[in-house]
């Protein structure tokens, strides 16, 4: 099975399917979303679009039924995923660090993150203290081991 678009001289597009011919009943789709104009595949004179079975020779006997071709709403990806019953009490929001462009990831009060119970990551108890089983103290960064934004 296959759509496509093609107008001689100026472009060819594609989208194909294969299927088994078996003696058992089944269901077989071609699911493809014709290119937009911001798309790589996009050329201005795809005015058309067709499709097409193709059958294997030497088939002595081939049942079909109930062909059509439909116009389905896309939706997003997140949108698909949360339909199929996945993450659907997500929330996709700012975190509303308090200055991650100097690396204090610490959340502001209003944070929609705190409000929902997330419990506050405690920056204060984490990374290297000074201990009497410490090999050497104070801590000392060797010269470029500390990340940094770009454009800075």
């Given at each position: 099975?296959?759509a496509?678009?093609?107008?001689?001289?100026?472009?060819?597009?594609?989208?194909?399917?294969?299927?088994?011919?078996?003696?058992?009943?089944?269901?077989?789709?071609?699911?493809?979303?014709?290119?937009?104009?911001?798309d790589?595949?996009?050329?201005?004179?795809?005015?058309?679009c067709?499709?097409?079975i193709n059958?294997?020779?030497?088939?002595?006997?081939?049942?079909?039924?109930?062909?059509?071709?439909?116009?389905?709403?896309?939706?997003?990806?997140?949108?698909?995923?949360?339909?199929?019953?996945?993450?659907?009490?997500?929330?996709?929001?700012?975190?509303?660090f308090?200055?991650?462009?100097?690396?204090?990831?610490?959340?502001?009060?209003?944070?929609?993150?705190?409000?929902?119970?997330?419990e506050?990551?405690?920056?204060?108890?984490?990374?290297?203290?000074?201990?009497?089983?410490?090999?050497?103290?104070?801590?000392?960064?060797?010269?470029?081991?500390?990340?940094?934004?770009?454009?800075?």
């Open positions: 099975m296959s496509f678009s093609w107008k001689k001289d100026e472009h060819s597009w594609a989208v194909e399917s294969t299927a088994a011919l078996t003696p058992e009943w089944q269901q077989c789709e071609l699911l493809f979303r014709l290119p937009k104009e911001v790589r595949e996009y050329k201005s004179t795809m005015d058309t067709y499709w097409r059958f294997p020779t030497g088939t002595s006997r081939f049942w079909m039924d109930d062909v059509s071709l439909r116009e389905a709403e896309l939706a997003d990806e997140w949108e698909s995923w949360q339909a199929a019953g996945l993450d659907r009490h997500s929330v996709v929001a700012d975190p509303l308090i200055d991650p462009q100097h690396d204090n990831y610490r959340l502001q009060s209003a944070s929609r993150a705190l409000k929902m119970g997330f506050p990551i405690p920056f204060e108890k984490i990374g290297p203290y000074q201990d009497a089983l410490r090999a050497s103290w104070p801590i000392v960064e060797a010269p470029g081991v500390r990340e940094t934004r770009t454009g800075e």
